[in-house]
């Protein structure tokens, strides 16, 4: 086990890398699985998830080649449907997108129950209404997920009973080689359904749509090898804008697309930091100025994203005023604040608000990463307060951030890493 230690009070001043999009990197590795040749995949970020999603793949005998650190071959001709590994799969939430992948691939699937995040109840109801109507009978326990279309598969209409990404993932992965057309409506609209449906069409699918409600897919009977790029991680990406923000530092932040991020840039300067666009890069700078407060309400995309709300919450913590935070996606997705108050931060939640009174400063604790992005804030809560904060339990941090330590320390940050114990 490993825990972060911060020196923090100093100003990220320089230049970050955004690595290639964790949630978008995950259905596309899976989404190999319907490709009988060898798909090159390019951007990858080095992140704990990756090499699970990997080991996964290879557990079924899947051939994985390292051309690079952030590119590999991967070669599931071989693959053994209903064959992964229910440990592993426990370990991350992506892996049920090998449901959809092996519907679409074999009409069948045999998935154990994934893992992910805990934000209360995550259920897969809009997955598996999807499965359904492709002509699927799914069945499942605690355990595992069963769906076998017994008449095999048929392009269908599915209107999804509220916004889902995952959902509207799994389902372009089972209907891409499903005979006849299925339209998915009130679909997600996140840029990484675009990058899926853009990995899929390069290996010879027929997918129109993808960035609107309604997604329209003509099956194809087979998909090709290719080589694909993932697009810059938005989620990390505002992740750091917002460092730089809480340290009053001066950031540029590249291989990003502004517009993935237009959400974030505009909450921010609301809040009196200066954003400053590129073709393919976002420069924070405070300036000297003061935080102000604002309100949040997380929505799907192109709304402010759900994966931003504890790093948000953060700089609200640091703002002169009352903010209010309204996380509308999760229903329990504020367990961090208890870790955030070790630090003297002023949060009353009530349901899915949170009301954050503005403090001078926070003070340095030992504090715990309770999930993904909470651990991320936490980092962001450390670096903005002078002294050492501790942060426990930081494998969470690691699932989804690329060389965060290294990234940080090369903008002026006194972060390390040491084992525990
Ligand atoms: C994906 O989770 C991401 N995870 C999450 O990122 C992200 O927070 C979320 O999308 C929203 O953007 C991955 O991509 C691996 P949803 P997912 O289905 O697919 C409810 C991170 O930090 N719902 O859009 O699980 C659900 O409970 C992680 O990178 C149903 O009720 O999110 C939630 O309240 C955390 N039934 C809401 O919809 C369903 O069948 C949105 O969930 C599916 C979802």
Known sequence: MEKILIDGGKPLVGEIETSGMKNAALPIIFGCVLVKGRCVIENLPEIDDVEVS???LEDMGATIERIDRTTYA???????????????????????YLLGAEIGRYGKAYVGSPGGCDFGCRPIDQHIKGFEALGCTVR????YVEAVAHKGLQGTNIFFDLVSVGATLNVMLAAVCAPG????ENAAREPHIVD???????????ISGAGTDTIKIKGVTELHGCTYAIIPDMI???????AAAATGGHLKVTNVIPKHLESITSKLCEMGVTVTEGDDFVEVAMEGKKLTRTNVKTLPYPGFPTDMQPQMAVLMCLAEGISNMHESVFDNRFRYTEELARMGALIKVSGKMARIEGVKSLRPARVR???????AAMVIAGLATEGT?????????????????????????????????
């Open 54 to 56: 990997f080991q996964i």
């Open 74 to 96: 991967i070669d599931c001709t071989k693959v053994r449907g209903g064959s992964s590994s229910v440990q592993l799969v426990r370990k991350l939430r992506a892996s049920y």
């Open 140 to 143: 499942m326990d605690g355990n």
């Open 181 to 184: 057309v299925t339209v998915i």
């Open 196 to 206: 899926l449906a853009n990995f899929l069409n390069t290996c010879g699918g027929h």
């Open 236 to 242: 990390e990406a505002g992740t750091y804008m917002i």
């Open 369 to 375: 990463a309770v999930d993904l992005r909470a651990g």
């Open 389 to 421: 904060t501790e942060i426990d339990n930081i494998q969470l941090i690691e699932r989804g951030y690329d060389d965060l330590v290294g990234k940080l320390t090369k903008c002026g940050a006194d972060i390390r890493k040491e084992q525990v114990g």
